[in-house]
């Protein structure tokens, strides 16, 4: 009866996030050439407003790792985890900032709808399309699948219903919708999911406060279990300097390379948007990890003795809510996962019908009509989200591994192709084939190997490594044509 | 460079450069206040509404701050002109 109580709103969620995805799709315009469904299927006709834009960066973003992973680190190491956290406030500014407007002027200008066609009118290179195109096939499906096990498991621990049930639930609700809907039912449910996990996070923290008997009894418990849940380093110094700053670049500038949050530069409205898009996304990504990370730190003084880190939010929400209160809950992290796997799963969507069919059914002058290219999106969406679907059904158990080699891969692929793409001249199509592999290369040999520099992530040296080598690789290669910096620079 | 180059991207770099340095402000703030208040053994920290004085100015106020300066700034100085494909004031563009 209890789980019941707790399945009811999850369940009244769950259908609302449906009636939105197909009103959403209803709202599309109505399209009449291949070009334009393209544009609508996978950009959603570059119509986002800024609250919705806001939105669409800030829940692609934060996923399974801010409302459970992280929080339950925090639990671990206390308010220095937090302190950690709160490096990811600038990611909405930092990319809009920084790639936002010149992305937009510069897609309209070559009509890019994907991070990878902006790369292919950029550099005009094949090779560079298809590593873009497999870093986000294989990253992304990493991803998704620690996604879909950590809701999958979550799920499972809040109401004792089995895993598969579960997985099927809201993996189900996620490909459909994502499917049907496309870009826009993805950006109008990350809308409503990043409300959700707002009210969600809210409560949690007001329970634990509340059950703890106000901040100062809390900090008084804190101080007694261990003075250093209370310090920048952590317990047993183990938030070391070096080690936190490098996640400046992991989680802080090193964004600009995520493709699932760059993407949506080519998709809001105008200038407005992403202004208002910036100050809100700001507002909105701080106050959810704070407020998330805050329960895992708070967690510790009212629920002590929870061994592994990331049972302490699921077990904190069922200690201290009612079961309803707890089926409301659950929609945040579970709106968290799904908003990421959503943008995770159109992209991917994409690579394939739009920069790898398309491009070559148009360079061969095949016929390619709206109706062909709708079917096999929603065909080749559906595909994709099945085979994560069904990896997920055996889960590997290296959910937070896989999801931080993806997370990093991607950066280290990505980065400097973005970035200077849209800044320097001279940057051409060797110099991105080199900082891709090289980036990659390096990343891969660092983790695997567990080697550190200096005693940071391995991100770091990977960025330095693939920033010399597009250096290296441009001024090697040839500069990139008239033709190609007038269509990037030029007026028209 | 025989094209005129669009004349928004000036505006554009402005306020990248402007967005980059909200960053660095932010990071400043965040590592002087969190580890100039905290550094030392945690029996000699303040609390301001009930948290320790480090956590306090480096997380909340830090993000709270930020927030405003960033709501700030890109009122003031951020452009809500056109970001069509093409420059429609490019005449202009030249002068600055």
Same mark, same amino acid.
């Given at each position: 009866?209890?789980?019941?109580?707790?399945?009811?709103?999850?369940?009244?969620?769950?259908?609302?996030?449906?009636?939105?995805?197909?009103?959403?799709?209803?709202?599309?315009?109505?399209?009449?050439?291949?070009?334009?469904?393209?544009?609508?299927?996978?950009?959603?006709?570059?119509?986002?407003?800024?609250?919705?834009?806001?939105?669409?960066?800030?829940?692609?973003?934060?996923?399974?790792?801010?409302?459970?992973?992280?929080?339950?680190?925090?639990?671990?190491?206390?308010?220095?985890?937090?302190?950690?956290?709160?490096?990811?406030?600038?990611?909405?500014?930092?990319?809009?900032?920084?790639?936002?407007?010149?992305?937009?002027?510069?897609?309209?200008?070559?009509?890019?709808?994907?991070?990878?066609?902006?790369?292919?009118?950029?550099?005009?290179?094949?090779?560079?399309?298809?590593?873009?195109?497999?870093?986000?096939?294989?990253?992304?499906?990493?991803?998704?699948?620690?996604?879909?096990?950590?809701?999958?498991?979550?799920?499972?621990?809040?109401?004792?219903?089995?895993?598969?049930?579960?997985?099927?639930?809201?993996?189900?609700?996620?490909?459909?919708?994502?499917?049907?809907?496309?870009?826009?039912?993805?950006?109008?449910?990350?809308?409503?999911?990043?409300?959700?996990?707002?009210?969600?996070?809210?409560?949690?923290?007001?329970?634990?406060?509340?059950?703890?008997?106000?901040?100062?009894?809390?900090?008084?418990?804190?101080?007694?279990?261990?003075?250093?849940?209370?310090?920048?380093?952590?317990?047993?110094?183990?938030?070391?300097?070096?080690?936190?700053?490098?996640?400046?670049?992991?989680?802080?500038?090193?964004?600009?390379?995520?493709?699932?949050?760059?993407?949506?530069?080519?998709?809001?409205?105008?200038?407005?948007?992403?202004?208002?898009?910036?100050?809100?996304?700001?507002?909105?990504?701080?106050?959810?990890?704070?407020?998330?990370?805050?329960?895992?730190?708070?967690?510790?003084?009212?629920?002590?003795?929870?061994?592994?880190?990331?049972?302490?939010?699921?077990?904190?929400?069922?200690?201290?809510?009612?079961?309803?209160?707890?089926?409301?809950?659950?929609?945040?992290?579970?709106?968290?996962?799904?908003?990421?796997?959503?943008?995770?799963?159109?992209?991917?969507?994409?690579?394939?019908?739009?920069?790898?069919?398309?491009?070559?059914?148009?360079?061969?002058?095949?016929?390619?009509?709206?109706?062909?290219?709708?079917?096999?999106?929603?065909?080749?969406?559906?595909?994709?989200?099945?085979?994560?679907?069904?990896?997920?059904?055996?889960?590997?158990?290296?959910?937070?591994?896989?999801?931080?080699?993806?997370?990093?891969?991607?950066?280290?692929?990505?980065?400097?192709?973005?970035?200077?793409?849209?800044?320097?001249?001279?940057?051409?199509?060797?110099?991105?084939?080199?900082?891709?592999?090289?980036?990659?290369?390096?990343?891969?040999?660092?983790?695997?190997?567990?080697?550190?520099?200096?005693?940071?992530?391995?991100?770091?040296?990977?960025?330095?490594?693939?920033?010399?080598?597009?250096?290296?690789?441009?001024?090697?290669?040839?500069?990139?044509?008239?033709?190609?910096?007038?269509?990037?620079?030029?007026?028209? | 460079?025989?094209?005129?180059?669009?004349?928004?991207?000036?505006?554009?770099?402005?306020?990248?450069?402007?967005?980059?340095?909200?960053? @660095?402000?932010?990071?400043?703030?965040?590592? $002087?206040?969190?580890?100039?208040?905290?550094?030392? +053994? &945690?029996? %000699?920290?303040?609390?301001?509404?009930?948290?320790?004085?480090?956590?306090?100015?480096?997380?909340?106020?830090?993000?709270?701050?930020?927030?405003?300066? @960033?709501?700030?700034?890109?009122?003031?100085? $951020?452009?809500?002109?056109?970001?069509?494909?093409? +420059? &429609?004031? %490019?005449?202009?563009?030249?002068?600055?």
């Amino acid at each position: 009866m209890n789980n019941m109580n707790m399945i009811l709103p999850l369940a009244i969620y769950l259908v609302l996030v449906f009636a939105v995805a197909v009103w959403g799709k209803r709202a599309a315009a109505k399209t009449s050439d291949a070009k334009g469904f393209l544009e609508e299927y996978f950009l959603g006709g570059r119509s986002m407003g800024g609250f919705v834009l806001a939105m669409a960066v800030i829940t692609t973003y934060t996923s399974a790792s801010s409302f459970v992973g992280g929080p339950g680190v925090a639990y671990k190491l206390g308010l220095g985890w937090i302190l950690l956290a709160m490096i990811q406030v600038p990611t909405a500014f930092l990319t809009l900032g920084v790639l936002g407007k010149k992305f937009a002027i510069v897609s309209r200008k070559v009509n890019a709808v994907t991070i990878t066609e902006y790369l292919r009118a950029r550099y005009k290179n094949e090779l560079v399309v298809v590593i873009a195109s497999l870093a986000i096939l294989v990253f992304f499906m990493a991803s998704m699948l620690a996604q879909f096990i950590g809701g999958a498991r979550l799920f499972q621990t809040v109401t004792g219903y089995p895993y598969l049930v579960g997985l099927i639930i809201f993996g189900i609700t996620v490909v459909i919708y994502t499917t049907v809907g496309g870009f826009r039912a993805v950006v109008i449910t990350d809308t409503i999911q990043g409300c959700v996990m707002i009210c969600a996070s809210v409560a949690l923290l007001w329970a634990v406060v509340s059950a703890g008997g106000g901040m100062e009894k809390i900090m008084a418990v804190l101080r007694e279990t261990d003075p250093a849940l209370l310090t920048p380093t952590g317990p047993g110094n183990a938030i070391p300097r070096p080690f936190i700053l490098s996640f400046w670049v992991l989680v802080g500038f090193a964004v600009l390379g995520l493709p699932q949050t760059t993407q949506k530069c080519l998709g809001f409205r105008d200038a407005r948007s992403m202004n208002n898009g910036m100050i809100i996304g700001t507002f909105v990504v701080g106050f959810l990890m704070l407020t998330m990370h805050l329960v895992g730190a708070l967690g510790r003084a009212v629920l002590p003795g929870i061994e592994v880190g990331d049972l302490a939010v699921p077990t904190i929400t069922v200690k201290l809510l009612s079961p309803f209160w707890a089926g409301v809950f659950i929609a945040g992290p579970l709106a968290a996962i799904m908003s990421t796997v959503d943008s995770m799963l159109i992209i991917s969507s994409a690579a394939i019908v739009k920069d790898l069919y398309h491009h070559h059914a148009v360079k061969k002058n095949l016929p390619v009509t709206p109706e062909k290219l709708g079917r096999m999106s929603l065909i080749v969406t559906a595909v994709i989200g099945a085979i994560v679907f069904l990896a997920a059904l055996r889960p590997p158990s290296l959910l937070v591994w896989i999801n931080l080699f993806a997370f990093g891969g991607l950066e280290a692929v990505f980065f400097w192709p973005t970035v200077l793409g849209l800044y320097w001249k001279r940057a051409n199509a060797a110099g991105a084939l080199l900082s891709m592999t090289v980036g990659c290369g390096t990343f891969f040999w660092l983790m695997i190997g567990k080697i550190q520099v200096g005693g940071t992530h391995q991100i770091v040296p990977t960025i330095v490594a693939a920033l010399a080598a597009f250096i290296l690789g441009s001024y090697i290669g040839k500069k990139p044509d008239e033709e190609t910096l007038a269509a990037f620079w030029g007026r028209e | 460079m025989k094209f005129k180059e669009d004349s928004r991207y000036r505006r554009a770099n402005r306020e990248a450069v402007i967005s980059l340095g909200m960053y @660095v402000l932010f990071f400043a703030w965040w590592y $002087f206040t969190a580890y100039g208040l905290g550094s030392g +053994d &945690p029996a %000699g920290y303040s609390y301001v509404f009930g948290l320790p004085s480090w956590f306090f100015y480096s997380c909340i106020v830090g993000y709270i701050g930020i927030s405003l300066v @960033v709501w700030a700034v890109v009122r003031l100085f $951020f452009s809500e002109d056109s970001i069509e494909g093409t +420059d &429609p004031d %490019g005449t202009e563009g030249s002068q600055g």
